[in-house]
T-cell receptor
Framework: EPEVTQTPSHQVTQMGQEVILHCVPI?????FYWYRQILGQKVEFLVS????????KSEIFDDQFSVERPDGSNFTLKIRSTKLEDSAMYFC???????????FGDGTRLSIL | AQSVTQLDSQVPVFEEAPVELRCNYS??????LFWYVQYPNQGLQLLLK??????LVKGINGFEAEFNKSQTSFHLRKPSVHISDTAEYFC?????????????FGGGTRVLVKP
């Protein structure tokens, strides 16, 4: 079964540094999402992306966050100036249609020191 | 806006016993419903979904769930669990919408299957 692949599996970064999380989605799945899960808390929606633009974003997704598809295959999440509270597991997800089930990657654990 | 409540944060159960994980949701619009499972150090794997049609849906690994619109519930059941079912289970909803639908998750239920 096709998979969503996320790299790296674990990222350790100093506070204030920029970080880019990478996702290789399933081919022909045109809807892209990022979620995060702070340790011990719910999985939270960050942003959805379709047709090369953001279709919806949450309050968490402020000006420090951005997403892009730099080469038509990868889907990245950038945090410009990381804060301690950005420490979480970040999940990329992908669906073939807007109302179809989302397939998740294994996540990137981001640790901010 | 939608919200999801999973009433049990942890459910210990003996191997070969049945298990039910409760999920209630709140929404002002119609929703799609999902159950995901997360094994240790892995991502979220879709167990089953309710999009329309029969309110009893069957998923992978012997799980099933029943959508009850009047009670706004989508409880997950398995008649006989295995040790390998030890994992965290998440109920999620998304609203009917033309574009991409964000998932709203419950807090998760950790299932521990004991021999």
């Amino acid at each position: 079964e096709p998979e969503v692949t996320q790299t790296p599996s674990h990222q350790v970064t100093q506070m204030g540094q920029e970080v880019i999380l990478h996702c290789v989605p399933i081919s022909n799945h045109l809807y892209f999402y990022w979620y995060r899960q702070i340790l011990g808390q719910k999985v939270e929606f960050l942003v959805s992306f379709y047709n090369n633009e953001i279709s919806e974003k949450s309050e968490i997704f402020d000006d420090q966050f951005s997403v892009e598809r730099p080469d038509g295959s990868n889907f990245t999440l950038k945090i410009r100036s990381t804060k301690l509270e950005d420490s979480a597991m970040y999940f990329c997800a992908n669906s073939i249609g807007g109302q179809q089930p989302q397939h998740f990657g294994d996540g990137t654990r981001l640790s901010i020191l | 806006a939608q919200s999801v409540t999973q009433l049990d944060s942890q459910v210990p159960v003996f191997e070969e016993a049945p298990v039910e994980l409760r999920c209630n949701y709140s929404s002002s619009v119609s929703v799609y419903l999902f159950w995901y499972v997360q094994y240790p150090n892995q991502g979220l794997q879709l167990l089953l979904k309710y999009l329309s049609g029969s309110t009893l849906v069957k998923g992978i690994n012997g799980f099933e769930a029943e959508f009850n619109k009047s009670q706004t519930s989508f409880h997950l059941r398995k008649p006989s669990v295995h040790i390998s079912d030890t994992a965290e289970y998440f109920c999620a909803v998304s609203a009917f919408k033309a574009a991409g639908n964000k998932l709203t998750f419950g807090g998760g239920t950790r299932v521990l299957v004991k021999p």
